[in-house]
């Protein structure tokens, strides 16, 4: 009799260990299923890199181009030896904060990529629009020009608008709303061959709605997730391009401070003093990569094929 209370008394304690355990897993457990059904991390490094950028005089120590001191070249990041607070990351071949320099670089590199996508995204979303909805010769010549505009070789378009131009802010806008639209054209124009044959758009060409009402009211708005997830996706591309526009001498020129363009400064230092080019190198891979994953997860959240959640 006493050996079957004890079974029953222990087996009462175990139960209350289990329901103890899944009490206290219930919280990291609900927090894990929020970090796989949503890119919470990658949207919060994304919001603090835009944050730093946009609120660069506030977070920035010092002028990123005229606070330039020789005395004080190639200074260690503040966890290293001979490495001081005031300068947190360091300073460049001519004695520039790093941090400051890397938030300014960040404002110019993001204002530079919003405004080039939005521009291709507005120019490449209309073509291909045009070419789904019009289709006949407008279809054939916007498709033959965007399959000859993929065949040119970007980095020497580039080199030749460089000599032709020269390098501005204007200049960069330029060379990347010329690689920005391409994107956008033959998945819209797919969307949008599908979306003219849906009973809806017959409908609305019964009541007697013209074709720019239809293209804008009804066609428009079912492309608008899939641009969106585009846009997203590009951006990431367009951050490295323009980085390696800077970094080859062709994009923003010196002293702007562009992200690019601090790559470049340090290429001759990695050796003995590799802080200048790594730092802004991880400002971008955190910035392309937390833009990948935000575009990934859109789309799988949008289009039902991809539909995982």
Excluded: C
Aim: glycine fraction near 10%; charge should be neutral.
């Amino acid at each position: 009799m006493a050996t079957r209370m004890d079974t029953e008394q222990q087996a009462m304690d175990n139960s209350r260990v289990r329901a103890s355990l899944r009490t206290a897993l219930r919280g990291p457990m609900v927090v894990y299923d929020l970090l796989l059904r949503y890119p919470i991390i990658w949207v919060v490094t994304f919001a603090i890199l835009v944050i730093l950028a946009v609120g660069a005089p506030l977070f920035a120590q010092h002028d990123p181009i005229r606070d330039a001191d020789f005395t004080r070249v190639r200074g260690a990041p503040f966890w290293l030896e001979g490495g001081t607070t005031e300068f947190l990351l360091g300073t460049d071949q001519v004695g520039r904060d790093i941090w400051s320099r890397l938030l300014y670089g960040g404002r110019v590199s993001l204002m530079v990529v919003a405004v080039a996508m939005t521009s291709g995204m507005i120019i490449g979303t209309s073509l291909g629009l045009a070419a789904g909805f019009i289709g006949g010769i407008v279809d054939e010549i916007v498709m033959r020009l965007v399959d000859a505009w993929i065949a040119l070789p970007f980095i020497m378009l580039a080199l030749v608008i460089k000599i032709v131009l020269g390098t501005s802010l204007t200049v960069m806008f330029f060379m990347l709303i010329l690689i920005s639209w391409v994107g956008f054209v033959r998945p819209v124009r797919g969307e949008v061959l599908s979306l003219r044959e849906r009973d809806y758009v017959f409908a609305a060409r019964v009541a007697g709605a013209s074709g720019f009402r239809i293209a804008f009211r009804h066609i428009l708005p079912g492309v608008s997730s899939t641009v969106i997830v585009l846009a997203t996706l590009g951006a990431g591309g367009l951050v490295l391009t323009e980085s390696v526009l800077s970094y080859l001498g062709v994009g923003i020129p010196q002293p702007t401070p562009t992200w690019g363009n601090m790559i470049s400064d340090g290429r001759e230092y990695l050796d003995t003093a590799w802080w200048i080019s790594t730092m802004p190198g991880i400002a971008i891979f955190l910035l392309v990569l937390s833009l990948n994953f935000i575009g990934d997860w859109l789309r799988d959240r949008w289009d039902p094929k991809l539909r995982q959640l």
